[in-house]
């Protein structure tokens, strides 16, 4: 319900108006004409909430999760969608226009004069403001400074989004913002993909410009690391930016975040952790557990910087059951060390430090078209995604390492779900296969996306090993669905998983339930022909299955 006084109300009607030509007061009209005006304005801002959105990409990226589109693209609500109600009759146009709660929230895109009329509109009540383009962002700056003392909220684009990046954004018309006092300011975002570090804005933030913040989120800037600036944040995203100031110790780099007791989410992006420390600081064993802040809020953490120096930050916070945590590990060369991913984390008491690590029950391994991640999510809700930034190389060869590691990092027997996506060519024998899948006891559904064969992986879920006591069952005895996607089709490959289907079938394994086949074929009537041949039996052996392939043209 609107905090404002709606205008309105004071002329509240007591019969409906006139309607052209004569109708029943039960008419859908009459009843519209009715309504009283506060439920009018909850049903624009409902509407508001169901309608358009703006998408705030620009809030998350680097940090984002494969196969989460909430986290890749960041939406809230677009909160003038309602003014397209007020077309619907004259009362409501009225309704509308007098109510100054409607015009708090404002989307700017290239015209600034809507901007002017929704000030005026808004009269004097706080303003949240989400500018949607870089030029209009910039010619607003007066605007914003002559109602600065109104501004709640203050949401700016990527600053070279309008030059696709490629250019250079001048920063300096922002500066003013900085050094004007904002009393209810609370949540403040700008962000621009890549500032040259000589043109980044010098911005001495100061508590008592900006005493009700508690969202700070800022690019492609100066900052200081104190406790004037961030003890009262809830959250703080900071990304390539520059620190201002001596460098720090790691205890003083510690004491900072020990004032910051109500923080929630913390992404310290692009090296900042690097920066600020001094240069002996930066060879910090990666297990110091000397030091841990006392955060209790603090749910999301994320970091990009050099592995020791991720796992030296990671060591130092406690973390709450359902965390989610996302560090990016730079590695200059195009060479992926040995035990890469591993390297991101703590090693001693890894388990007390995040449960995580024994009880995942899904996991994502993304080593395909440019990617090298690694995604595992426990059933409370926490994630942990590790991410590989490398200068150079292919990473599409990184797959050997990605299931190696995934084995090695984490407790694989509690998952359930693995997603795989890769070019399954660089993994071609059916005895690493089964030596990484053999860890899922627990495993109901694999999905596998990308590119190449995946013959040998078949193969390893319908080997039987032998031992002194007989043979023993297949691998992953739960699981029953799988999916391939994308991945290259060989002649016989239908026939060996009808073949891995009856093998598992006879040791008595959980049916499949769901089988999808989307594969890559040159030569489309020969999987036609495969799959014809075994329909019958795959009709028998998997309760719902489906296939196509992909030619040049598209699927058939």
């Not at 989307?107 to 949607?132: I, K, N």
């Not at 500066?175 to 980044?200: G, K």
């Not at 998997?542 to 392939?549: G, P, R, T």
């Amino acid at each position: 319900m609107c905090a404002e006084p709606i205008e309105v109300n004071q002329k509240r009607r007591t019969t409906p108006p006139p309607r052209n030509g004569a109708g029943d007061d039960d008419s859908q009209e009459a009843f519209i004409h009715r309504l009283p005006n506060e439920l009018l304005v909850s049903i624009f801002q409902l509407y508001s909430e169901v309608s358009d959105r703006r998408d705030l990409g620009h809030s998350c990226y680097p940090i984002e999760e494969p196969e989460d589109e909430e986290s890749v693209y960041r939406r809230v609500t677009d909160a003038s969608s309602w003014r397209l109600l007020m077309l619907v009759c004259r009362s409501w146009r009225c309704v509308g226009v007098s109510t100054p709660c409607l015009w708090q929230s404002i989307d700017v895109w290239d015209c600034t004069e809507w901007l002017d009329l929704a000030l005026t509109r808004s009269r004097q009540a706080l303003l949240d403001l989400y500018f949607h383009k870089a030029g209009a962002a910039t010619a607003a700056v007066p605007t914003i400074l002559a109602n600065s003392k109104r501004i709640r909220r203050l949401v700016f684009p990527q600053l070279d989004s309008d030059s696709g990046g490629r250019e250079n954004p001048d920063m300096s018309p922002y500066l003013p913002l900085f050094a004007t006092y904002m009393p209810a300011l609370q949540y403040l975002l700008l962000s621009a993909h890549s500032v040259p570090e000589t043109l980044r804005a010098q911005w001495n933030l100061s508590v008592f410009q900006f005493p009700a913040l508690r969202a700070l989120r800022l690019a492609c800037t100066s900052i200081r690391w104190s406790p004037e600036i961030i003890s009262k944040l809830t959250c703080l995203d900071i990304r390539n930016c520059s620190y201002d100031g001596l460098t720090l110790s790691c205890d003083e780099f510690l004491d900072v975040l020990q004032c910051c007791r109500s923080l929630r989410e913390l992404r310290l992006l692009d090296g900042f952790v690097s920066s600020a420390l001094r240069h002996h600081a930066r060879s910090v064993p990666a297990d110091d557990f000397s030091r841990v802040p006392n955060m209790p809020e603090l749910h999301t953490l994320a970091v990009q910087d050099k592995p020791k120096i991720i796992a030296w930050l990671l060591s130092c916070f406690r973390f709450t059951p359902d965390s989610f945590i996302s560090v990016i590990g730079s590695i200059p060369g195009p060479e992926l060390p040995q035990n890469a991913f591993g390297s991101l984390l703590p090693t001693r008491g890894r388990n007390a430090w995040l449960p995580l690590c024994s009880s995942p029950t899904r996991g994502v391994i993304n080593m395909w078209g440019g990617d090298a991640n690694i995604l595992v999510k426990s059933s409370n809700g926490s994630r942990l995604y590790l991410q590989l930034y490398l200068a150079r190389g292919e990473k599409d060869s990184y797959l050997p390492d990605g299931i190696r590691e995934l084995s090695t990092i984490f407790s694989c027997s509690s998952l359930v779900d693995l997603h795989i996506e890769a070019d399954f060519d660089y993994v071609l024998e059916k005895t690493r296969w089964y030596t990484f899948l053999s860890n899922f006891r627990r495993l109901e559904k694999l999905r596998l996306v990308g590119s190449g064969n995946t013959t040998a992986l078949i193969s390893a879920l319908k080997h039987v090993r032998p031992s002194k006591r007989g043979p023993k069952p297949p691998i992953c005895p739960r699981l029953c669905s799988l999916c391939m996607e994308f991945t290259r089709y060989a002649p016989g490959d239908i026939e060996l998983l009808v073949a891995t289907l009856h093998r598992r079938a006879a040791y008595g394994l959980k049916s499949m339930k769901y089988l999808w086949m989307y594969l890559n074929d040159e030569k489309v009537k020969t999987l036609n022909d495969e799959v014809d041949a075994c329909r019958m039996e795959l009709d028998e052996l998997v309760l719902k299955w489906e296939y196509a392939s992909i030619v040049e043209d598209g699927w058939v």
